[in-house]
């Protein structure tokens, strides 16, 4: 139970599932929650700060942040970067609750070298006991937050911890009873996926196209044979080539969407 802490950051690749783990966290742990899709507009700091308060409004509609919101045009210069912050994050906790869980998702598009990350710290720096935080991110974003980890008030989940190990792909494809795959089958594709939800979902489904044993058996001499990448490559590809025209335009034109709603 991790729920006493500050800051949660949680760091993993493309569909390691990282989202779907905080929405589990945020549904079992009863906690005023403000959820924030990070975006590359964030960049710039106002605009983030903008963004926060808005989500903030969004959930509390009384809430009266104009004065901070007028002094967002205060020239921000590198010598004066982190006063400025500063002053920012505590005029928004003294609007904010002090009772809430900020959940900034996808914080990946906010570039490591961006004064954006300044004021991130300076929030939580300066938040309220009560208040958490839960950072959601493909690579670990360039915060201080070593202080936090060393007084057990910061918990960090990376890659390897939601990889999904053997046995747990094992229990995932008792869900396709239709496909008898032995231990050593099962641990061919835990080493090849390196645990990696996606990678296992894009087999299961290649699988799903043919459930004879000569398709089983040819995964696995794909498995023995291929190097990791190139095998995942090469199951995508034979999924995506199975669907129809409509599916296979669709997926071409949301590829490459920041988000899907």
């Not at 570039?111 to 954006?116: D, G, I, L």
């Not at 929030?123 to 936090?148: C, D, G, H, M, T």
């Not at 129809?244 to 669709?250: A, L, N, T, V």
């Amino acid at each position: 139970d991790k729920s006493d802490k500050s800051l949660l950051l949680v760091v993993g690749q493309a569909g390691q599932g990282k989202s779907t783990l905080v929405a589990k966290v945020v549904e079992v742990i009863d906690y005023p929650t403000v959820w924030v899709n990070v975006d590359p507009f964030d960049n710039d700091p106002p605009s983030f700060l903008i963004g926060l308060m808005a989500a903030f409004t969004n959930k509390w509609d009384r809430l009266d942040f104009a004065p901070l919101l007028n002094n967002l045009g205060t020239r921000v210069s590198a010598e004066n970067a982190q006063a400025v912050y500063v002053l920012w994050a505590r005029n928004f906790w003294q609007v904010a609750p002090d009772t809430v869980r900020i959940v900034l998702d996808a914080l990946e598009q906010v570039p490591e070298k961006s004064q954006t990350y300044l004021l991130i710290e300076a929030l939580i720096q300066y938040a309220p006991s009560s208040a958490r935080f839960v950072l959601v991110s493909r690579s670990r974003p360039p915060l201080k937050v070593e202080r936090l980890i060393i007084d057990g008030k910061a918990f960090v989940i990376e890659n390897a911890a939601m990889a999904f190990s053997s046995d747990e792909i094992a229990l995932f494809l008792e869900h396709y009873p239709l496909f008898s795959l032995d231990d050593e089958l099962v641990s061919l594709i835990s080493t090849y996926t390196e645990g990696w939800l996606v990678g296992i979902i894009i087999i299961v489904q290649w699988l799903s196209r043919d459930k004879s044993y000569s398709r089983i058996a040819q995964l696995q001499e794909r498995l023995k044979n291929g190097a990791p990448r190139e095998i995942i490559t090469y199951f995508a590809e034979e999924v995506f080539n199975s669907l129809d025209s409509e599916e296979r335009h669709f997926l071409i034109k949301t590829a490459f969407l920041e988000t899907l709603e």
